[in-house]
């Protein structure tokens, strides 16, 4: 087993254990098929632990890749046990009731202009180059973890990738490899990414904090800021919402953005061609190899998300990709409303207190995307103007930590008008109960 299985099938068997000895008092060896149909499609049925909010909300199960997985870990479960000497047998067949291989959801791959869009938007996050404000976290670590996802790696490649598995160019193919890990299993690969993937490498290791693999001694190409290989369970997938957040065609759905279907996603890098080689087949370089990867890839947002090869055709795919998406980008992000300037304002009762009438306005609703809050993650916050004091509105957690540093025109409008402004009311900050 490799990547999360083995975290994964552990707290399944857990659950399950659980589940048979103190939930329903059955136990674990008495079981039959339907209790492990029960268990396998129910929510989760564990309680979360005292004082922490459950990142599992107790919701219906929509997809079948989690009742799968959990039959595949208790089929495993049992077959240990028989053959540790626990149990003569196994008390039912649990991989009988695993749903079947053709009727598992796949996963959906971005479209050319969702992908175009993500390839955008982690541009976006380098300094220097930046339209939609700062991006504080790891720019250009969370820009190359981008393009790599793109170049077709996994996470779990792209976060194994160490530096010395950053080889130097062939000088006889013109090519430069690096080595990762295997999509599955164990053992490596030779990959040959895209030029602008090692633009991004280049871009990106100057900034990179020092660290070293205790376990190996390697020194891993992703770090967090403490010098640590990154997780490869939490971090790809929370960097890809971060970055996919900034584009707005993907804005209101940042949570459907996973870094598996970056990976699937039609091939949006640019392959620039190298100078072409002598009559011998090899060609010295004219400049070193970063400084001439610097001076062909320049179609980043200075000049423009185009190809820059000279000799890209009239009717390049990817070049009018990223022109149809950067148009419908710039005219989406001038011309967003925030949607609370289209709500209907509640009429006014004099008995009803000021932060209850702002209450009342928003009804659970963010000012900026106007999504509720969602199972499981915190309300949203009360948002004010540092210089005066004053309560603005309600902000969600997506949200809130841009509205002093967003340069968009919507937040803009948003100083300038927000819901408080609307409703006619000053509060000051905070005028809400820590209950709502």
């Known amino acids: 087993m490799q990547g999360t299985t083995p975290i994964r099938y552990g707290a399944d068997v857990r659950d399950w254990l659980h589940f048979t000895?103190?939930?329903?008092?059955?136990?674990?060896?008495?079981?039959?098929?339907?209790?492990?149909?029960?268990?396998?499609?129910?929510?989760?049925?564990?309680?979360?632990?005292?004082?922490?909010?459950?990142?599992?909300?107790?919701?219906?199960?929509?997809?079948?890749?989690?009742?799968?997985?959990?039959?595949?870990?208790?089929?495993?479960?049992?077959?240990?046990?028989?053959?540790?000497?626990?149990?003569?047998?196994?008390?039912?067949?649990?991989?009988?009731?695993?749903?079947?291989?053709t009727a598992l959801p796949r996963t959906a791959p971005l479209s050319l202009e969702q992908a175009a869009a993500m390839l955008c938007a982690a541009d976006d996050l380098v300094p220097g180059r930046q339209r939609r404000g700062p991006y504080e976290v790891a720019p250009h670590r969370d820009?190359?973890?981008?393009?790599?996802?793109?170049?077709?790696?996994?996470?779990?490649?792209?976060v194994g990738i160490d530096l010395e598995d950053l080889h130097e160019e062939d000088p006889h193919r013109r090519v430069r490899i690096l080595t990762?890990?295997?999509?599955?299993?164990?053992?490596?690969?030779?990959?040959?990414?895209?030029?602008?993937?090692?633009?991004?490498?280049?871009?990106?290791?100057?900034?990179?904090?020092?660290?070293?693999?205790?376990?190996?001694?390697?020194?891993?190409?992703?770090?967090?800021?403490?010098?640590?290989?990154?997780?490869?369970?939490?971090?790809?997938?929370?960097?890809?919402?971060?970055?996919?957040a900034r584009a707005p065609e993907l804005i209101f759905e940042p949570n459907t953005i996973t870094p598996d279907r970056l990976a699937l996603a039609p091939d949006v890098l640019l392959d620039h061609p190298l100078p072409r080689p002598a009559a011998d087949g090899w060609a010295p370089a004219a400049a070193a190899p970063i400084e001439?990867?610097?001076?062909?890839?320049?179609?980043?947002?200075?000049?423009?998300?185009?190809?820059?090869?000279?000799?890209?055709?009239?009717?390049?795919?990817?070049?009018?990709?990223?022109?149809?998406?950067?148009?419908?980008?710039?005219?989406?992000?001038?011309?967003?409303?925030?949607?609370?300037l289209a709500w209907d304002v509640p009429p006014y009762d004099h008995r009803q207190r000021p932060a209850e009438r702002l209450l009342e306005f928003h009804r659970g609703r963010c000012a900026i995307c106007g999504q509720t809050t969602a199972p499981g993650r915190p309300d949203h916050g009360e948002d004010h103007d540092p210089a005066t004091g004053l309560t603005r509105g309600l902000l969600c957690h997506h949200?809130?930590?841009?509205?002093?540093?967003?340069?968009?025109?919507?937040?803009?409008?948003?100083?300038?008008?927000?819901?408080?402004?609307?409703?006619?009311?000053?509060?000051?900050?905070?005028?809400?109960?820590?209950d709502r």
């Open 180 to 244: 990762c890990p295997a999509p599955k299993g164990d053992g490596t690969i030779q990959h040959q990414p895209a030029r602008e993937v090692w633009q991004a490498i280049a871009d990106y290791l100057p900034h990179r904090v020092e660290g070293q693999d205790p376990a190996t001694g390697r020194r891993p190409l992703l770090t967090s800021r403490n010098g640590r290989r990154l997780d490869p369970n939490t971090m790809p997938g929370r960097i890809v919402k971060a970055v996919a």
């Open 143 to 158: 820009r190359l973890l981008v393009y790599l996802l793109l170049d077709g790696l996994r996470p779990r490649q792209a």
């Open 21 to 101: 000895e103190e939930t329903t008092g059955i136990g674990a060896w008495q079981a039959t098929e339907d209790t492990a149909k029960t268990w396998a499609y129910a929510p989760a049925l564990r309680p979360p632990p005292q004082g922490e909010p459950s990142r599992r909300p107790l919701a219906p199960r929509v997809s079948l890749h989690n009742p799968a997985r959990r039959l595949a870990a208790l089929s495993a479960f049992y077959a240990f046990a028989a053959a540790a000497g626990h149990i003569a047998e196994p008390p039912f067949n649990a991989a009988t009731l695993r749903p079947a291989p």
């Open 292 to 340: 001439r990867l610097r001076l062909d890839l320049q179609h980043a947002l200075e000049a423009g998300p185009l190809c820059a090869a000279a000799d890209c055709p009239a009717d390049c795919a990817r070049c009018a990709a990223r022109r149809a998406v950067w148009s419908l980008w710039e005219q989406r992000w001038t011309d967003y409303q925030p949607p609370y």
């Open 399 to 434: 949200c809130r930590p841009q509205a002093e540093t967003g340069a968009a025109p919507f937040w803009v409008r948003y100083h300038q008008h927000p819901p408080a402004a609307v409703l006619g009311l000053e509060l000051r900050y905070p005028s809400l109960p820590n």
